[in-house]
């Protein structure tokens, strides 16, 4: 046992092995350089040494430059794509910049078709801030309130006709109510025959077929018709007079024989209101002056 413990002593290390044979190529290759070590037996031995050697280290030499080239242009690629990103970022910001402004110039132009319209009122615009969930503009705020003089009772249209009325004021903000939510009643007259009939809300009908509905129509001539108009009543409480409201889609008649009831389609879009238009003359304020 001792005598393997002292043979496995005596071996050096592989790390001195590697010196002693780095510091041995060293030497050469300065004698090489100083002593012209290039021909006979030295030379001969020097070749089998330092040309490998010179090989290799060409070969590293050679990899790691292609290494270093490949590196500088996958810099180059990634400096360029992140530049093309950024340019790809700013012109979509761009584009849909572009886009809501040409929204926003179609819905003030319609505002300006509906104030030349309705222009024996007075009115004020606004924008739609929020709403309640869902998919229908049935109650929501608009950016108007008692600051910009909107009180209670105010008529709102939109599009081409009547949106609904304000419930409710704060100092700069206001909530309205749509013509089609469930609880939502108008007074309305049918355009081409002067019959009057009520007009309400119905959410469960918007879903399906995206109308609302009409009753108590006194149609004793027939004369009513799909298509007509629909606007707001003269004997109306709450809502100013001769605002459309849609058009009529279907007519049934009662049981009674005596009214008939149906659907309207609106005017307004209750799925994509952004700007409304108020009506600052009150209704109650127009019947006093008149």
Not at 13 to 40: D, E, Q
Not at 195 to 215: A, H, R, T, Y
Request: hydrophobic share 40%; aromatic share 8%.
């Amino acid at each position: 046992m001792s005598r393997i413990k002292r043979k496995k002593q005596n071996i050096l290390p592989a790390r001195y092995i590697l010196l002693i044979f780095t510091v041995v190529c060293f030497f050469l290759l300065m004698g090489s350089f100083l002593f012209n070590w290039t021909s006979g037996p030295v030379g001969t031995a020097a070749s089998y040494v330092f040309i490998p050697m010179q090989k290799g280290m060409t070969s590293v030499g050679n990899w790691i430059s292609d290494k270093a080239t490949e590196l500088a242009s996958l810099k180059n690629v990634m400096q360029e794509n992140e530049q093309l990103q950024a340019k790809v970022d700013q012109l979509t910001e761009e584009l849909n910049t572009l886009k809501l402004e040409r929204y926003d110039t179609e819905d003030l132009r319609k505002l300006m078709a509906l104030d030349d319209k309705y222009s024996n009122y007075n009115k004020v615009a606004a924008s739609v801030i929020s709403k309640d969930a869902g998919n229908w503009f049935e109650t929501f705020l608009i950016d108007k309130g008692s600051k910009d003089g909107i009180k209670v009772g105010m008529n709102v249209i939109a599009d081409s006709g009547l949106v609904g009325i304000i419930t409710y004021v704060g100092p700069n903000y206001s909530k309205v109510r749509s013509i089609i939510d469930d609880n939502c009643n108008v007074s309305g007259m049918v355009l081409s025959t002067s019959d009057n009939c009520i007009v309400s809300g119905n959410l469960e009908k918007m879903d399906s077929s995206q109308m609302i509905l009409f009753s108590n129509l006194r149609d004793s001539k027939d004369a009513v018709a799909v298509g007509d108009q629909v606007v707001t009543s003269y004997i109306s409480s709450q809502y100013v007079q001769g605002l459309l409201i849609g058009y009529i889609s279907e007519i049934n008649e009662n049981s009674n024989n005596l009214t008939k009831s149906g659907t309207i389609t609106p005017v307004v879009d209750f799925e994509h209101l952004k700007h409304v238009l108020i009506i600052t003359d009150m209704k109650t304020e127009i019947e006093e002056e008149e």
